[in-house]
């Protein structure tokens, strides 16, 4: 699990593609303005919610799980916005169906040892109980 200020900050550095598991059409649900956030740090946003798929945001198609993305979107990240007890799925197919993930973020409130350890033996960086949007201004990666 990853805490060390300098291995978030090369983690938001280098990710470049991330899906947003729990997406909300609502401009004022977190997932939501996160993801807009970090489409403005220049980040390629793609929305998971099977509610909302085959809609667009910010022109992106929502697709309704992390298996419907095309094997030609390389997501590297996966930020969850989903209650605890669906944390271990998400991962689950994340490690699955994602071939160059790199980095599960877990959003603030979200902890689950078991998984975090379970993706950190597939080589997969964990970050839990955290929001990007606020540790890009907090380590100083403004765009």
């Not at 609502?26 to 929305?47: A, T």
């Not at 998400?90 to 993706?119: N, S, Y």
């Not at 839990?128 to 403004?142: I, N, S, T």
């Amino acid at each position: 699990m990853i805490e060390d200020d300098a291995q978030i900050a090369e983690i938001l550095r280098r990710t470049q593609v991330v899906a947003c598991v729990g997406f909300s059409a609502n401009p004022d649900r977190p997932s939501h303005y996160v993801s807009q956030f970090l489409v403005s740090q220049g980040k390629r946003v793609v929305p998971v919610n099977p509610g909302l798929a085959g809609q667009d945001f910010l022109g992106q198609r929502i697709y309704a799980t992390l298996s419907d993305i095309p094997p030609d979107i390389p997501v590297d990240m996966v930020d969850v916005f989903r209650r605890l007890e669906h944390v271990p799925d998400v991962v689950d197919e994340a490690l699955f169906a994602l071939p160059q993930l790199r980095t599960i973020w877990l959003q603030l409130g979200l902890r689950d040892e078991a998984t975090a350890q379970m993706a950190t033996a597939r080589g997969i960086d964990v970050v839990q109980d955290r929001c990007p949007k606020q540790e890009y201004p907090r380590l100083g990666l403004m765009a």
